[in-house]
Each structure stands twice: as structure tokens, then as C-alpha cells.
């Protein structure tokens, strides 16, 4: 199991995130923390896995927190879930160590997908030696095509060459659109869409409108 401290002064929004996280297989929540003065003594005491941190505290800076973590050389993973959106924030964020940074607000497809690729990583990290192809899927390269990769239990080799062919041509498709073109509902859509995220061959960004922002999918195209 993967330990996890959350990090929120706002008493409901922390409660929705222990929530979430106690859905995800693999991770339980140990502690709760409303200051970052509280989340670095838990740090100390509990020892967490991962953390989940806002950046807006009542005392410190999330992004102060994250610092200091790293400056006591802590291997402590850390996922920014902030309604922050600035790129200073954001740059801080990816240049202290931070593995993931998720805007509010969110829906719970959303936080599991990146924990479930912090898992991955964390695995690929075990102590030991690595490979180039292990190292290249942790940065981010995509230099090269994507090899494919074996679907999740549940989902179908035929359906996810369909998925991808709706993304070809440089389509940019939500799980919404995607799951009407092919007959097949958001989620299942949007299962597929995540898995061909986390794998390389597809990029998603966030549209922000006048709701909640929406997942816009993309095929990868090979350099």
C-alpha cells in the first residue's frame, strides 16, 4: 500500500480527497494535515509515501512545503492539488520534484489517473538499475514512436485500435465525443483514453469553459 498525507486548510475539500484516495486500490490515507507547518511535522512523524498538497496554506506556502521536503532530502512523493493555475506556480512545482499537478476542481477519474501513474513510477523506481525505455516513460520522451503496449484486464485490443483511429488525423476528441462516435459510454471511452495517456501514445489537456474544465485527447504523433 502506498501511504498518503493530504494537505487542504479546507476541512470539506480534505474530506473529499481522503475519500478519493481510499477508493483508489493500492493507497490509504494516514493523516490529514490543515497548515504546511502540520503536514511537515507529519512528515517527520508518519512517513508518507506520497503527499497530497495544496499550494494556498494559512501559514506557508504549498510550494514552501514541497521545498523544504526535498531540501532534507526526503524521497517522498509529492502531487500538487491546488486551484493554483499560474505558470510561476506550476514551474516551481515541476522544477522542486513535484510528480503530478492537478487544478481544482476535480472529479475522481481525474485524481486516480495520476496516482495510478505515480504507483507506476514508484515501481519503476524500486531500488536497483533501470533501463533507458523505463527512464524515457518517467521523463516524459517521446523522441521516439510508442511501442505498443498490452490493454488493461477489461479492456479489448479491437476497441482500443478504434479509439485510437478516432484520435488519428489530429483529432482532439473528449471522453464524451469519443464514446458516442464509437458506441461506447464516457467512462469506458475515457478508460481507454487514460491508459493511452499513461502509455505515450496519446496527450490530453484541460479546456477550461464556464464549468468544470473538460479532458481534450489527442493522438501522439511520432516525431
Sequence with gaps: MISVLV???DFMVASIHQRFVAQTDGFEVVGTARTGAEALAFVDQLHPDLVLLD???????????LARIRADGRKTGVV???????ADAVRTALLGGAMQYLVKPFDYEDLAARLTQVAAAMRDLAPGTTDQDTIDRLFGTTSQ???????PKGLSTETGRLVLQALSGGAELSAAEAGETLGLSR???RRYLEHYVTTGEARVRLQYGAGRPER????VTPA
Design 80 to 86: 500538487m492539488v491546488t486551484a493554483e493555475r499560474e
Design 187 to 189: 467512462v469506458t471511452a
Design 55 to 65: 499550494v494556498h496554506l494559512p501559514d506557508i506556502s504549498g510550494l514552501e512545503v
Design 7 to 9: 494537505v487542504d486548510d
Design 145 to 151: 514512436a510508442p511501442r505498443p503496449t498490452s490493454l
Design 216 to 219: 481534450r485527447y489527442r493522438k
